[in-house]
C-alpha cells in the first residue's frame, strides 16, 4: 500500500476531465444537490467525502447521468466531459456512459458466467471483431483488475459464486472492459471485509495510470489512502475541495475540520 | 328431532351459557372482577363454547356419515337377484331412496298414518300410485324386496335421527354443566377459551386439507367405478370419441386431450408475448402517468368473468375468423374454432402472464439494472442480456401456471371451440375439449350408472393431474427463483 | 455559494489534449444508431402490447354493451281490451276462483279482437295481413298478462281497458333493427306486411319502446318468447349464493389464516396446508363443480339446482383466495404491535384479537369482496350441479329458500346463449351488463376500503 505521508504525496497537476459548473440536483421537490462547481482531472483518483446523504453519491450518478433512471430526479448547470455539456438534449447517455463507467456500492455481478460479465460490455459496444479479440480484452480485463491468477481457469463458472472482494474486482474488470476514460465508483468497499478492501483499494492506485477514477467513500481513511484530490460535501454543497494532503491537514472550511475530526458526521 | 331444530336449541343454549358463565363467576367473586383469574367474559364463553362446539361438532359429522353408513347397511339388504333385474345396485339403492322419500313426504302430508306407512305390503296397495300423489313418481312398480329394503331404510334412518338427537343434545347440555360447575373465581378460563379457540382456528384451516380430500376422493371414486365398467387403455389410448347410449361408446379421451393442447397453445402464442411485453413496458419505460392508466385497464381484464369472454368468443371473435380468415383462405366455415377458443382465451390470460411477469420482473434487484445501464447498455439490452435472463426461471414458472389455467379453462371453450372431438391440424376448425366432454357429459339427464356419466369423473381427475402437476412445477419454480433474491 | 468553487486550479475548464479526442458525444455512430434502431423496436413492441392489452379491453366491453344495451329497452303495444264477461266469467258471479276455470286460450281472442278493432277505429290500412298475423304482434305472454289483471280485478268485467303489451320478439327485433325487411321475407315468423303494420302502428304511437323493468326483475321464459325473458330468479339466486359464500368463508377464510400465520408453528402439517391452499387457489374450477356434485348432491342428497349447493361449492372455491389475501394483510401488521400488546401482558390470543386483526380488517375485507367478485362471475361449476335447469319461480325467502331451484346470472347468460333465437344474444348481454355492472360496484367498494384504510407503517 501506499506508505507515503499525506504531505509527501505527490500532486498531480493533469489536465481537467471532467468540469462542473453550478449543478443543481433535484429529486421531486427535495434541493439535494446545490450549486456544486467542481474540475476532476484526469490520472487522478478524486475522492468525495461527506456525512452520509450529503449528496455524493447523487453527485457522482450526475457524472454518467444514472440519475435518468429514477423519473423524480432533475439535473441542472452544466457537466463537461472534454468540453462537452454531457446534459445537452442530443447527448445520447449510452455513448455517455460507454465513456464514463460506474462500479456500485454493492457487488453486482450478472446471473452469468465470469467471462460474459467482463465481455458484456465489449459486446454490446462491438468492441471485439471475434472471439479471440474477445477473449483477450476479457484477459486484459481481468489482469488489470488483478483478478486474473484467480479466476482464470473457472471463467465459466457463474460470477455470483464468487467471494465478495472478487465479485467487486470482476464488476471493476467488467468497467475496465469497455475502455472508459472515467471511472466512478459508488462506495466500492462498503460491503467487503476490510483484506478485500485492500486488495480493492491497491487496484484503484494502479487504475490511476489509465483512467480518471472518481470514488465516493464515507470512510476518511480509505479517501486518505487512495485519493490525491478529495471533495468534502455537506447538506448538498460542495464545502471544499483540493488536494488530500491538504483537506487533511489543513482544512479551510471550519465544517471540514469538524467533520475530519469527527464533530459532524 | 331435525338438525335444523337441535341447531337452535344448541344455539339457544350457549347464549344462556354465555350469561349464566359470567353471573356465576362474578358472583363468586362477589361482583369484584379483581378477584377474578380472568376477565369476566371469559368465563361466559367458556360456558358457552363447552355447550357449543362439541355438541355441533358431533352434529356436523354425523349429518354427513349417516347417510354413507345407513347406504352400505341397506345395500347388503338387497338380494342379488333384484340388483340383476334392475341392472346395478345404485340404481336399486336410488329406488329404495325414493320409495323411503315418498313414505315419509306422505306421512308428513298427512296422505297416510305413520302406521299404514311402516306395514304397508306391495300386495295390498299401489305404492307407485300412492306414491305419485304426493309427488315422487317412480319408474316401474316396487318389488317387494326393495320395498323390505326402503322400510329398513326408513327404520335406521329414524333411529339414527333419535340417537343423533339424544347424542348430541347430551353432549351440549354435558358440556353446558360441566363448564358451569368449573367456574368459579380461580378457574382460568382464559385458557380454556384460547385452547378452544385455537382448535377451531385449527379445524378452519383443517377444510383446506378437507377441501383437497374431498376433490381426490370423489374424482378417485367415480373414476374406479367407470374404469370397472371401461377398459383404461381404451380411455388413454382411443382415438374416437363417440358417446352414444346403445352402450358401445368410444369414449378416447386422446381428440379431447388434442383439443386441450391446441386451445391452450394458441392461448399461450398470444398471451405470453403481450403479456410479457406488456409488463416489460409498464414496469420499464412507461412514466407514472401511463402506468397509471394502463397497468388497472390491463387488470381489469383479470377481472371479467370467463362466461363474459366466451359470449365474445361467440357473437363477436367467432364470427369475424370466419368470415375474415377461415372462409376467404378456404379453411372451413364454423365460428366455432380452436382459434376463436385460443385467441379469445389468450386475451383472458394477457393480464394473468403480465401481472406474473411483472413480479418477476421487479424482483430482478435493481442493481442489475444498474450496472448494465452504467457499462452504457441501452435499456432494451438491458432487459434482454441481463433482467429476463436472471428472471427467466421466474418467467417460466408464469408461463406453466398460466397454461394450467388455460388447459382448466371452460366457458370459454364451451361457447367458442365447439363440440366435435376430432384430431386436426386446422385451427379454423371446430374441436373439443377435457372440459366441454365433462360439462356435457355431467349436464342435462344423467344416469350416474353408465360410462358415458362416469367418463366425466375420468376426465375430471386426468384434468386434475395434469394441472396440479404443472402448478406444483411452477411453484417450486417460481419459489427457488424468490429464494435466489432475498 | 461562496465556498463551492474553492481549490479550483485557474484556467481550469479549457479542453485538455493530453489524450486522443474519443468521437463526440452528440454525433452518432452507424454502430450506436443501430442499437438506438433496436432500443426503438424493442419499446415499440412494448407498446403495441398494452395497446393490444387495452384495444382488447375496449373491444371487448364495446361488444357486450353494443349487443347488450337494447335488452334494457322493451317494445311495447298498447291495445284496448274489452272484457267480454260472457267470455270471461261464463257463470257470471265473478268469483275468481271460478273464473280461473278460463284458460289462457280464452283470452287471446279478446286482445286479438281489441287490436283489430283499434285498427279500424284509427283507420288504419292492414293491407293484406291476416287477422291471424295481427294478433301474432302481440307477445305470446300477453294472454297471461291480461288474465293476472283480470283475475285480480274481477269487478272491471264488462269494461274496455287500455293495456300495454310486450310484443313479440321479432316486431321488438324490429324497432331495434336486428330484424330487417329482408331477413323477414326468409322468416316464418314475420312477414314484412306485418313489418309495414308496425311502422303504422308506430306512426300512431301504439307501439314504442320502453325501459324493461321485467327484464331485470321478471323470472325467465319459453324458447319462443324471448321478449318475456328476465333475470330475476337469476340475480336472486345469485344474491342467495353470495350470502351463503360470505356466511361461510368469511368467517373461516379468516379463522385459517389466522391459525396459518399468528399460531401455527413451522413444521410439516403446516407446511402441507400452505401447499395445499396456493394448490387450491389454482386448481380449474370445473373440479369444484365435480366435487360439489359428488359430495353434496350424490352423497349427502342435498338438491339439484339448488343456492345453498352452490354458494357450498363457491364458499371452496374462493376460501383460498380469502386465506391468501387475509395471510397478507395480517402480515401487514408490524411485529412490533404484537410485541407491544405481549409486553403489555396480554395473550397472543388477546394481541390478536384485539390489535392485529382490526388493523387487519380493511385488507381482510378487500380480499373477501375480491373473492366474492369472482365468485359472482364463476359459471362452470354451478353448470355441474344443476343450475342450468329452466326455473320460472322465485325461491322463497332464505332459509327455505335456499334449498328451492334458481338459476344464476352467468349461467342464465349461458343458458341464454344456447337458444336458436337470436334476441337471447342480445339478452345474455344484458345480463352481462348488470353482471359486470355488480362487479364494478364491488370493486368500486374494495378500491374505497383500500384507500379509504390505507395505513403505511
Not at chain 1, 12 to 34: L, N, P
Not at chain 1, 121 to 139: D, Q, S, Y
Request: net charge neutral; glycine share 8%; charged share 20%.
Amino acid at each position: 500500500m501506499n506508505d507515503m505521508t499525506l504531505m509527501d504525496r505527490k500532486v498531480t497537476t493533469g489536465t481537467v476531465k471532467i468540469s462542473a459548473r453550478e449543478v443543481q440536483v433535484f429529486y421531486g421537490d427535495t434541493h439535494a444537490i446545490k450549486d456544486v462547481d467542481v474540475d476532476i482531472e484526469d490520472n487522478t483518483v478524486t475522492a468525495f467525502i461527506g456525512p452520509s446523504g450529503c449528496g455524493k453519491s447523487t453527485f457522482l450518478r450526475c457524472l454518467n447521468r444514472m440519475n435518468d433512471t429514477i423519473d423524480v430526479c432533475r439535473v441542472k448547470g452544466s457537466i463537461k466531459l472534454d468540453g462537452q455539456d454531457i446534459y445537452d438534449s442530443k447527448v445520447d447517455p449510452v455513448q455517455l456512459r460507454a465513456r464514463v463507467g460506474m462500479v456500485f456500492q454493492k457487488p453486482n455481478p450478472f446471473p452469468k458466467s465470469i467471462f460474459d460479465n467482463v465481455a458484456y460490455g465489449p459486446k454490446i459496444h462491438g468492441l471485439a471483431r471475434n472471439k479471440t479479440e474477445l477473449a483477450e480484452i476479457v484477459e486484459k480485463s481481468l489482469r488489470r483488475a488483478a483478478l486474473w491468477e484467480e479466476v482464470k481457469d473457472r471463467l465459466s463458472a457463474p460470477g455470483t459464486g464468487l467471494s465478495g472482494g472478487q465479485q467487486q474486482r470482476l464488476c471493476i474488470a467488467r468497467a475496465v472492459a469497455t475502455e472508459p476514460e472515467v471511472l466512478l465508483m459508488d462506495e466500492p468497499c462498503s460491503a467487503l471485509d476490510p483484506i478485500a478492501t485492500a486488495q480493492v483499494e491497491e487496484l484503484i492506485d494502479e487504475l490511476r495510470q489509465n483512467f480518471s477514477v472518481v470514488i465516493v467513500t464515507h470512510s476518511m481513511q480509505q479517501a486518505a489512502r487512495v485519493s490525491q484530490k478529495t471533495a468534502f460535501f455537506h447538506l448538498g454543497h460542495l464545502v471544499e475541495y483540493g488536494e488530500t494532503g491538504q483537506i487533511f491537514t489543513n482544512p479551510v472550511d471550519p465544517r471540514t475540520e469538524s467533520y475530519i475530526t469527527g464533530r459532524i458526521g | 328431532m331435525s338438525a335444523t331444530w337441535l341447531f337452535a336449541v344448541i344455539l339457544v343454549l350457549a347464549v344462556a351459557g354465555f350469561f349464566i358463565g359470567r353471573a356465576r363467576a362474578m358472583h363468586d367473586a362477589d361482583g369484584d372482577i379483581r378477584k377474578l383469574h380472568s376477565l369476566p367474559i371469559y368465563y361466559g364463553l367458556n360456558v358457552a363454547m363447552a355447550a357449543a362446539v362439541p355438541a355441533l361438532v358431533v352434529l356436523l359429522v354425523w349429518q354427513l356419515a349417516q347417510p354413507l353408513v345407513i347406504e352400505s347397511m341397506v345395500s347388503k339388504q338387497v338380494p342379488d337377484s333384484v340388483v340383476e333385474k334392475v341392472g346395478a345396485l345404485n340404481l336399486v339403492m336410488s329406488d329404495v331412496h325414493r320409495i323411503a322419500e315418498g313414505l315419509d313426504r306422505a306421512v308428513s302430508q298427512g296422505a297416510m298414518t305413520s302406521e299404514f306407512a311402516d306395514t304397508i305390503r306391495t300386495e295390498e296397495t299401489d305404492i307407485r300410485a300412492r306414491l305419485a300423489e304426493v309427488g315422487v313418481p317412480l319408474a316401474a312398480d316396487v318389488d317387494p324386496a326393495v320395498l323390505d329394503a326402503a322400510q329398513s331404510f326408513r327404520g335406521i334412518a329414524a333411529t339414527g335421527r333419535m340417537l343423533m338427537s339424544v347424542v348430541v343434545l347430551g353432549l351440549a347440555i354435558g358440556g353446558f354443566g360441566v363448564a358451569y360447575w368449573l367456574t368459579g373465581r380461580d378457574f382460568r378460563a382464559r385458557k380454556y377459551v384460547e385452547g378452544g379457540l385455537k382448535i377451531l382456528l385449527i379445524m378452519a384451516a383443517g377444510i383446506a386439507i378437507l377441501t383437497t380430500v374431498g376433490i381426490v376422493l370423489s374424482l378417485v371414486f367415480e373414476s374406479r367405478s367407470f374404469f370397472s365398467q371401461y377398459p383404461w387403455y381404451k380411455f388413454f389410448f382411443g382415438t374416437t370419441w363417440s358417446p352414444n347410449f346403445r352402450g358401445d361408446s368410444d369414449l378416447g379421451i386422446l381428440p379431447l386431450l388434442w383439443g386441450t393442447a391446441y386451445v391452450s397453445l394458441i392461448a399461450l402464442v398470444v398471451a405470453v408475448p403481450v403479456g410479457l411485453f406488456a409488463a416489460i413496458y409498464l414496469s420499464e419505460y412507461a412514466g407514472p402517468r401511463v402506468r397509471a392508466v394502463a397497468k388497472p385497464l390491463i387488470e381489469i381484464l383479470a377481472g371479467i368473468p370467463t362466461i363474459v369472454y366466451g359470449l365474445f368468443a361467440l357473437t363477436t371473435v367467432g364470427p369475424l375468423l370466419r368470415d375474415y380468415f377461415a372462409q376467404p383462405m378456404g379453411l372451413g366455415n364454423s365460428a366455432n374454432s380452436v382459434a376463436t377458443a385460443g385467441l379469445v382465451m389468450g386475451i383472458m390470460l394477457i393480464p394473468f402472464v403480465s401481472s406474473l411477469s411483472d413480479d418477476i420482473i421487479n424482483a430482478v434487484p435493481q442493481s442489475l439494472r444498474d450496472g448494465s445501464l452504467g457499462l452504457g447498455a441501452t435499456s432494451s439490452e438491458t432487459i434482454r442480456q441481463v433482467v429476463i435472463p436472471a428472471a427467466l426461471p421466474g418467467i417460466i414458472g408464469a408461463i406453466l401456471l398460466a397454461a394450467s389455467r388455460a388447459i382448466g379453462e371452460t366457458m370459454i371453450v364451451v361457447l367458442g371451440a365447439g363440440a366435435a372431438a376430432r384430431m386436426d391440424m386446422n385451427p379454423f376448425e371446430a374441436m373439443t375439449t377435457v372440459t366441454v366432454k365433462i360439462v356435457s357429459q355431467l349436464t342435462g339427464d344423467t344416469d350416474f350408472s353408465s360410462p358415458e356419466t362416469l367418463v366425466a369423473f375420468a376426465l375430471g381427475l386426468t384434468l386434475f393431474v395434469v394441472t396440479l402437476g404443472l402448478n406444483v412445477l411452477a411453484l417450486i419454480i417460481v419459489r427457488k427463483y424468490r429464494e435466489q433474491y432475498e | 455559494m461562496s465556498d463551492s468553487t474553492l481549490g479550483l486550479p485557474p484556467g481550469s475548464g479549457v479542453p485538455p489534449t493530453s489524450k486522443p479526442v474519443r468521437p463526440s458525444l452528440i454525433e452518432p455512430d452507424p454502430k450506436i444508431r443501430r442499437r438506438h434502431a433496436k432500443e426503438r423496436r424493442f419499446r415499440t413492441f412494448g407498446m403495441i402490447a398494452v395497446g393490444i392489452g387495452v384495444l382488447a379491453l375496449v373491444v371487448l366491453v364495446g361488444s357486450v354493451l353494443k349487443q347488450g344495451l337494447p335488452a334494457f329497452s322493451q317494445t311495447f303495444i298498447d291495445v284496448p281490451v274489452y272484457l267480454d264477461p260472457a267470455k270471461l266469467d261464463p257463470d257470471g258471479n265473478r268469483d275468481p276462483e271460478e273464473m280461473k276455470k278460463v284458460l289462457t286460450f280464452g283470452y287471446s281472442p279478446l286482445i286479438a279482437a281489441g287490436l283489430q278493432a283499434d285498427l279500424v277505429k284509427r283507420g288504419l290500412d292492414k293491407e293484406g295481413v291476416t287477422a291471424k298475423e295481427v294478433a301474432a304482434l302481440v307477445s305470446k305472454g300477453a294472454a297471461a298478462q291480461l288474465r293476472d289483471y283480470v283475475l285480480a280485478h274481477p269487478k272491471k268485467l264488462g269494461e274496455t281497458i287500455e293495456f300495454r303489451f310486450l310484443a313479440n320478439g321479432r316486431v321488438d327485433g324490429y324497432l331495434k333493427g336486428r330484424v330487417t325487411m329482408e331477413s323477414a321475407a326468409l322468416d316464418s315468423n314475420i312477414s314484412p306486411q306485418q313489418l309495414q303494420l308496425v311502422d303504422k302502428l308506430r306512426a300512431a304511437g301504439l307501439v314504442q319502446k320502453k325501459f324493461n323493468w321485467r327484464f331485470i326483475t321478471g323470472p325467465d321464459a319459453s324458447d319462443n318468447r324471448p321478449e318475456a325473458a328476465g333475470m330475476g330468479v337469476a340475480i336472486i339466486g345469485s344474491l342467495y349464493m353470495m350470502m351463503v359464500v360470505l356466511v361461510l368463508a368469511l368467517p373461516i377464510g379468516v379463522a385459517a389464516s389466522i391459525y396459518l400465520e399468528e399460531f401455527a408453528k413451522q413444521n410439516r402439517w403446516t407446511d402441507l396446508i400452505e401447499v395445499n391452499i396456493s394448490n387450491l387457489a389454482a386448481v380449474p374450477s370445473i373440479v369444484f363443480g365435480i366435487l360439489g356434485l359428488a359430495i353434496f348432491i350424490n352423497w349427502a342428497g342435498l338438491p339439484q339446482s339448488a343456492p345453498l349447493v352452490g354458494g357450498l361449492v363457491l364458499t371452496l372455491m374462493t376460501l383460498p383466495t380469502i386465506i391468501i389475501s387475509t395471510r397478507a394483510a395480517l402480515k401487514a401488521v408490524p411485529p412490533s404491535l404484537r410485541d407491544a400488546a405481549l409486553g403489555l401482558g396480554a395473550s397472543k390470543t388477546q394481541a390478536v384479537f384485539h390489535h392485529v386483526l382490526p388493523l387487519a380488517m380493511p385488507g381482510i375485507l378487500t380480499g373477501t369482496i375480491i373473492g366474492l367478485a369472482q365468485a359472482l362471475g364463476e359459471t362452470a361449476p354451478l353448470m355441474l350441479i344443476g343450475m342450468v335447469a329452466f326455473v320460472r319461480d322465485f325461491p322463497e325467502a332464505p332459509p327455505a329458500g335456499l334449498l328451492d331451484p334458481a338459476s344464476a346470472l352467468p349461467v342464465q347468460v349461458y343458458n341464454w346463449t344456447q337458444r336458436s333465437d337470436p334476441a337471447f344474444v342480445e339478452r345474455a348481454s344484458g345480463a352481462i351488463i348488470v353482471l359486470l355492472v355488480f362487479l364494478v360496484l364491488m370493486n368500486t367498494l374494495a378500491i374505497i376500503l383500500r384507500r379509504r384504510f390505507e395505513r403505511r407503517w
